[in-house]
């Protein structure tokens, strides 16, 4: 097949996007696949427009990729240097280049790579992508509206409510909360901008954060526990994985870095927690409507009570991303796992 794999965009996360679109193009090449690694901003634009037999030369066409950084990227540096200075999402002959693709594996993530929106231009355009679809990854994205299904689906979720920027407020009795509290970005991903905030003092500089990402931030009850993840694929769970930060909590950094966590797959818990946490991750997959695959995170108290964290719906695929560790747990290697993902993300089009 002729497979684009999209990754970049302006999100928090456009670095991890580019390792998980790079371990992504390898493992579907080794599968076969003539493989574009593109960036959805940047897009396409060489000497020669004309794109036609792109595919043909797919490695060449592609982007290279440098390693993660412990921050996030600048993001205004990244809009400046397009060469068409143009502020659309998609660079040039991006889409052009879908169209061509037998199907798009959609390797973006945070805000415009799993809000919803590029599955709904690309329903519109009929360019075939891995995934869930429009509505369940808007659904998913949002972790105000998150927390309302997995409560009507009887998932349990830390307690929160949501702030927007209009109504900051930086005093924390008036705003009602508590510490510990987790001040973090309704709609971010990788923990960018999420802070624990043990007093007034630290709870302001935690707003002052979560808002330099977005206009809406979630305020939650801190839940001391271990950290837990549960990938689904179709609608069954994978094994369950333990990240285990050396340092801190699982943050930014000690997603990215090498040697920053240690994981455990699978986790050393009880046969009953494990069971329990599986459930929940196909019931939280099924009460937002999520397809093909994705991931829900957990917290897990010493006294044996779990929750629900978030759902995420394009969960990372980079070398020391979970759900590839879950899989390889359950006898499924990189390679197969993509190739699985684009089988499942197939037959959605068949229906």
């Known amino acids: 097949m002729d497979i684009v794999v999209l990754a970049g965009g302006l999100s928090a996360e456009r670095d991890v996007s580019f390792q998980t679109g790079n371990m992504v193009t390898q493992g579907l ?7 574009v690694l593109l960036d959805v901003f940047m ?11 792109i595919f043909l030369h797919s490695i060449e066409a592609s982007i290279s990729v440098s390693k993660i950084t412990e921050t996030a990227p600048d993001l205004s540096k990244i809009k400046a240097a397009r060469a068409d200075k143009s502020a659309c999402f998609f ?3 991006v889409i052009a280049i879908c169209q061509m693709a037998d199907i798009v594996f959609l390797a973006l993530h945070g805000e415009d790579g799993e809000n919803g929106k590029i599955q709904a231009a690309f329903d519109l355009f009929g360019i075939r992508y891995t995934g869930s679809g429009h509505l369940s990854s ?3 994205m949002n972790k105000e509206i998150s927390k309302i299904f997995f409560t009507k689906a009887d998932i349990p979720t830390p307690n929160g409510r949501k702030m927007s920027k209009p109504e900051k407020n930086k005093d924390a009795a008036d705003a009602r909360v508590s510490f510990p509290c987790i001040v973090k970005p309704c709609c971010g991903g990788s923990s960018i901008g999420v802070t624990i905030a043990h007093s007034q003092e630290e709870y302001e500089i935690a707003l002052d954060e979560a808002f330099s990402w977005e206009d809406e931030i979630l305020i939650e009850e801190y839940i001391e526990g271990r950290e837990f ?3 689904v694929i179709g609608q ?11 340092n801190g909590f699982y943050d930014y950094k000690n997603k990215y870095q090498s040697g920053a966590t240690v994981e455990t797959c699978p986790a050393d818990i009880p046969p009953e927690t494990t069971k329990k946490m599986q459930a929940y991750a196909e019931a939280a997959a099924k009460a937002l409507g999520l397809s093909t695959y994705a991931r829900m995170d957990f917290l897990l108290r010493e006294s044996g009570e779990i929750y629900c964290l978030e759902a995420n719906t394009l969960p990372g695929m980079t070398a020391t991303s979970l759900l590839p560790q879950e899989a390889q747990a359950a006898g499924i290697g990189f390679a197969e796992l993509c190739e699985t993902i684009i089988q499942i993300s197939l037959k959605k089009y068949e229906e």
């Open 29 to 35: 090449r080794k599968n076969g696949h003539r493989v």
């Open 43 to 53: 897009g396409y634009q060489k000497q020669e427009t004309d794109v036609s037999d």
């Open 91 to 93: 660079g040039p002959n």
């Open 138 to 140: 808007a659904l998913a």
């Open 229 to 231: 993840a549960v990938g």
């Open 236 to 246: 069954k769970a994978l094994p369950v994985i333990e990240m285990a930060p050396i």
